[in-house]
């Protein structure tokens, strides 16, 4: 806690760069939370675009809002480490840590629910909601996957844990969660300096306790992510990348298990090399049998967001042209009813109403044309079965 005020329950911490044009809204929705016991940490990362200007504006508004600046560039990565480490320097006392951003927009009850699901599961070190992935302007995504459920409450064993979490994580949307800060101090932080660090701080969490999840939509998230391992390369490491940077993510994660757990064991106090290992050489396992199923699955993955997208968009033109199926329908009605009487008091309606006559008489035109396509039609029937 600091000397101005006590320590919140919450503290959410979120690493800024260069997106002003969503952060407030970002930020607002997280100020707007019902559980208001919590304090909000803004890091800017050196952005140029008003993010500060910004960020100061929301401080002088609301009193648990802090602005911190990076005094050089860390990049994503250096940034959301120091983002947790400057939360439990700030606020060491506090019970739970979330990790914030600037471009994405949290529901009003979304600390509310997650609170009270720690509070109800003392075993859970995680809770998150269902999400959902929206565009620039706050649109869902035509081929956005529906909202999905994984979570590991009720699993004891902390390596059939782990298994389940690897296998269901949706590890770029869980990130965003509720954290017990206690489980985050025993691994010294969060993100090895790794690509894909996500998954692996998720799959280390799950070695400690439970995972549970909302099961309402509580979370939107903006854009789809760095799943680029390029474009995360750059974002991540500003100057020369350490060389196993370039080393496939899989690999980074399990030489980062090994080294943690059974050459240096500060991974666990009291784990032992022998379960160190085992962690290692059981993610690594999971990890080859996910990218073998992503590799099978590219394909069809590829088809089905295709379908998606057209069936999207089939829908909307059926919703754009749908006055104009009624119209036709009840024009077809016309003709089997009337025949062309109706088409001759539409054009004799026409001339007495000169504006809008053109439109009447159009539908004359159409409905003569279908009078004349039905006496061919019967013709054709009458000529196929006359005898020879």
């Known amino acids: 806690m600091t000397a101005d005020r006590p320590s919140p329950r919450v503290v959410v911490a979120a690493p800024l760069f260069n997106k002003a044009q969503y952060l407030e809204q970002a930020a607002r929705s997280l100020l707007a939370q019902t559980h208001g016991d919590l304090v909000l940490l803004l890091i800017d990362d050196g952005s140029t675009d008003g993010t500060l200007e910004l960020c100061r504006a929301l401080a002088a508004e609301d009193p648990r809002v802090e602005v911190h600046v990076n005094p050089r560039r860390l990049g994503m990565l250096g940034n959301t480490r120091r983002a947790f480490a400057l939360a439990r320097e700030r606020y060491p ?7 914030g951003s600037d471009h994405d927009v949290w529901s009003p009850t979304w600390l509310e629910r997650l609170v009270a699901l720690l509070d109800e599961h003392p075993e859970a070190v995680l809770a998150y909601p269902q999400t959902q992935r929206i565009d620039e302007h706050g649109r869902p995504y035509d081929a956005a996957r529906a909202p999905w459920r994984a979570e590991t409450s009720g699993i004891r064993e902390p390596f059939a844990r782990m298994t389940a979490a690897f296998r269901g994580m949706v590890a770029g949307d869980m990130i965003y969660g509720l954290f017990r800060a206690r489980v985050l101090d025993s691994l010294g932080g969060v993100y090895r300096e790794v690509l894909v660090p ?86 690594l396992r999971l990890a080859l049998a996910l990218r073998y199923r992503r590799r099978m699955a590219r394909p069809r993955r590829t088809l089905r967001r295709h379908v998606r997208v057209a069936r999207a968009r089939v829908n909307r033109l059926r919703h754009h042209y749908a006055p104009y199926r009624v119209r036709h329908r009840i024009e077809g009605r016309l003709v089997l ?50 005898v020879p």
């Open 93 to 99: 006392q506090a019970e739970f840590w979330a990790l």
């Open 198 to 283: 996500d998954r692996l701080l998720l799959s280390e969490v799950a070695l400690r306790g439970e995972f549970v999840q909302a099961p309402e939509v509580l979370w939107r998230r903006r854009f789809r992510g760095l799943a680029d391992l390029d474009r995360q390369r750059r974002a991540f490491f500003l100057d020369a990348a350490p060389r196993h940077a370039a080393w496939p993510w899989w690999l980074q994660h399990t030489g980062a298990l090994l080294l943690v757990y059974v050459v240096r064991r500060s991974g666990a106090p009291g784990l032992g090399r022998a379960r160190g290992l085992r962690v290692a050489l059981t993610y």
């Open 337 to 386: 009813r009337f025949g062309l009487p109706a088409a001759t008091r539409l054009r004799q309606g026409a001339a007495v109403l000169p504006a809008g006559g053109t439109r009447m008489v159009a539908v004359a035109e159409r409905l003569e044309a279908a009078v004349v396509l039905q006496s061919v039609v019967a013709a054709a029937r009458a000529a196929r079965h006359e």
